[in-house]
């Protein structure tokens, strides 16, 4: 899913059951050599069996997708902090972001202020399509969503896009016609 601030520990799920991940970590020591990997202690989202699709901004902010009871419909976005070594309980980004349909695959961009997600709802051009939103520090609430539109997104399924730390460009995963099967990966350049 992702790494930490200094690129020394790499998170990844686990499949242990039909639904359930459970996250995990492998850090790579100051002194070099292989660690083995442990379960990742994060209790909200460890207890959550639909947490899914996580993006993991910094070792103390993660934004998910689940479809946990009390959502607004399908996957919903969620985030989770940490503070003085305890995480919060999830929270549900709100209907600004979230619809009836499916929102997923999260990435929040190196600002912290603007959020890429994937969303098959009515606002789609086809399929999943690429969203983003930005937040308000002042009125503290997110943008309403706005679809990225042709080229980034295509008649199918557009998900997971991952933006470069300078967000001169991006990848992402799309099923579009002309491609070599399934799921491949894109390249978009802004």
Same mark, same amino acid.
């Given at each position: /899913?992702?790494?930490?601030?200094?690129?020394?520990?790499?998170?990844?799920?686990?499949?242990?059951?039909?639904?359930?991940?459970?996250?995990?970590?492998?850090?790579?020591?100051?002194?070099?050599?292989?660690?083995?990997?442990?379960?990742?202690?994060?209790?909200?989202?460890? !207890?959550?069996?639909?947490?899914?699709?996580?993006?993991?901004?910094?070792?103390?902010?993660?934004?998910?997708?689940?479809?946990?009871?009390?959502?607004?419909?399908?996957?919903?976005?969620?985030?989770?902090?940490?503070?003085?070594?305890?995480?919060?309980?999830?929270?549900?980004?709100? +209907?600004?972001?979230? !619809?009836?349909?499916?929102?997923?695959?999260?990435?929040?961009?190196?600002?912290?202020?603007?959020?890429?997600? +994937?969303?098959?709802?009515?606002?789609?051009?086809?399929?999943?399509?690429?969203?983003?939103?930005?937040?308000?520090?002042?009125?503290?609430?997110? !943008?309403?969503?706005?679809?990225?539109?042709?080229?980034?997104? !295509?008649?199918?399924?557009?998900?997971?896009?991952?933006?470069?730390?300078?967000?001169?460009?991006?990848?992402?995963?799309?099923?579009?016609?002309?491609?070599?099967?399934?799921?491949?990966? /894109?390249?978009?350049?802004?």
């Amino acid at each position: /899913y992702g790494f930490n601030g200094n690129g020394r520990s790499v998170y990844y799920g686990l499949k242990q059951s039909p639904g359930a991940i459970q996250l995990m970590v492998n850090t790579l020591p100051d002194t070099g050599g292989f660690v083995p990997s442990v379960k990742y202690n994060l209790p909200p989202i460890n !207890s959550d069996p639909f947490a899914n699709d996580f993006n993991f901004f910094t070792d103390s902010l993660i934004v998910y997708s689940s479809i946990r009871l009390g959502g607004l419909g399908g996957y919903d976005l969620y985030f989770t902090h940490c503070n003085n070594g305890k995480w919060s309980e999830p929270e549900n980004l709100g +209907a600004k972001i979230n !619809s009836n349909y499916d929102e997923r695959y999260p990435f929040l961009a190196k600002d912290g202020r603007t959020l890429f997600f +994937a969303s098959n709802s009515l606002k789609s051009i086809g399929g999943f399509d690429i969203f983003y939103s930005h937040y308000d520090d002042q009125t503290m609430t997110w !943008s309403v969503p706005e679809n990225a539109g042709m080229p980034v997104n !295509s008649a199918f399924n557009d998900i997971q896009l991952t933006l470069s730390p300078d967000g001169a460009n991006a990848i992402l995963s799309s099923d579009r016609e002309r491609g070599y099967g399934n799921m491949d990966l /894109y390249t978009v350049v802004f």
